[in-house]
C-alpha cells in the first residue's frame, strides 16, 4: 500500500489530538484529585462510588439518629434523678411528720412542702426536648400531666423507636406513665392522712410507699442506663463503619498523587517528541519552496 503526505499528515494529527487528550484527563485528575469526574471516564468506578456514597450518607444518618438518641436519653436520666432526690426529700419529712414529738401544726407544715414536692414532680413529669414531651410515649404532643390530673392514654406507654444502624432500632423514650400515677397518688395519700389528723405511726406507714416507690423508679432508670450503653456501643460500631466506608470510598475514588503525576510528565515527554518527529515527518510545501 502506497503511503501519501497526507495519511502521514493525518496520522501525526490524529495521535496528537489524542495524546492532548490523554494529558487532559491526567491534569484534570491532579486538579481535582480524583479518578473519575464523570462517569463515562470509568462506569465500574462512577458505580462503586455511588454505592460507596450512599452507604456513607446512611452512616452520618444513624449518626444523626444516635445523637437524637443520646439527648432524649440523657434528658430522661437526669429527669429521673431530679426526681429521686424529691422523693428521697419526701422520705426525710415523712420520717420526720411520723414523730411523736410533731404537732399537728408542724405536720401541716410539712405537708405544705410536701406538696410542692408533688407539683414539682408534676412538672418534670411534663419535661420536653423541642416541642415533644418525653413522657408522652408516641403522643409527644400531648403533656403527661393536664395541670389537674395525669392523662390515661395508651399511647403514653408505647416506645419511640429509632433506627442507629442498618436495621437495628432502639427505643429512645422511658414510659413511666404508671409510676407517676403512683408517685402522685401517694402524695395525695399523704396530704388526705395529715389533713385527718393521722397520727405519728400511721403516717410512719406512708414511708414504705415511698420506699416502694423509690425502688421502681430506680428500676426505670436502670433500664435507661442501660439504653445508654447500648446506644454507645452503637455509636462506637458507627464510628468503625464511618472510618471504612470513608476509606472504601477513597480508595475506589482518589488518585495517587505521585504515580498520576508521574504519567503526567511521561505523557508530556512523549507529546514532545511526538510534535519533533512529526515535524520531520511532514515534507515541505511548494508554499515552502516559494518563500
Excluded: C
Excluded at 424529691?86 to 404537732?103: C, G, H, K, P
Excluded at 426536648?129 to 390515661?152: C, H, L, M, Q, W
Amino acid at each position: 500500500m502506497r503511503v501519501t503526505q497526507s495519511m502521514l499528515s493525518g496520522n501525526m494529527l490524529r495521535n496528537l489530538s489524542n495524546s492532548y487528550e490523554k494529558m487532559g484527563k491526567l491534569q484534570e485528575q491532579v486538579n481535582t484529585g480524583k479518578k473519575v469526574n464523570r462517569p463515562s471516564d470509568d462506569p465500574v468506578t462512577a458505580m462503586k462510588g455511588i454505592n460507596y456514597r450512599a452507604e456513607l450518607n446512611n452512616v452520618e444518618q444513624f449518626a444523626r439518629n444516635i445523637g437524637e438518641a443520646h439527648n432524649w436519653l440523657d434528658t430522661t436520666d437526669d429527669t429521673f434523678d431530679k426526681i429521686g432526690s424529691t422523693i428521697q426529700r419526701a422520705n426525710e419529712l415523712m420520717v420526720q411528720a411520723s414523730s411523736d414529738t410533731m404537732t399537728a401544726d408542724d405536720r401541716k407544715k410539712i405537708d405544705s412542702e410536701l406538696q410542692q414536692i408533688r407539683e414539682h414532680i408534676q412538672n418534670l413529669a411534663n419535661t420536653k426536648i423541642g416541642d415533644r414531651y418525653i413522657f408522652s410515649g408516641t403522643k409527644t404532643t400531648t403533656a403527661p400531666f393536664d395541670g389537674e390530673n395525669f392523662v390515661d392514654d395508651p399511647a403514653f406507654k408505647k416506645p419511640i423507636e429509632i433506627e442507629v444502624f442498618s436495621g437495628i432500632m432502639l427505643p429512645i423514650n422511658s414510659t413511666p406513665i404508671d409510676v407517676f400515677k403512683e408517685i402522685d397518688k401517694m402524695f395525695e395519700d399523704i396530704n388526705t392522712a395529715i389533713e385527718g389528723g393521722a397520727t405519728g405511726s400511721e403516717l410512719s406507714e406512708h414511708i414504705s410507699t415511698i420506699d416502694k416507690n423509690m425502688n421502681k423508679l430506680l428500676e426505670t432508670r436502670a433500664g435507661i442506663g442501660a439504653l445508654q450503653n447500648r446506644v454507645e456501643l452503637m455509636d462506637t460500631r458507627l464510628q468503625s463503619q464511618e472510618v471504612i466506608a470513608t476509606k472504601r470510598m477513597s480508595e475506589n475514588e482518589d488518585i495517587d498523587y505521585e504515580k498520576t503525576i508521574t504519567q503526567m510528565i511521561t505523557q508530556e515527554s512523549i507529546h514532545r517528541a511526538a510534535l519533533s518527529v512529526g515535524a520531520k515527518i511532514i515534507q515541505p510545501s511548494l508554499a515552502d519552496f516559494l518563500r
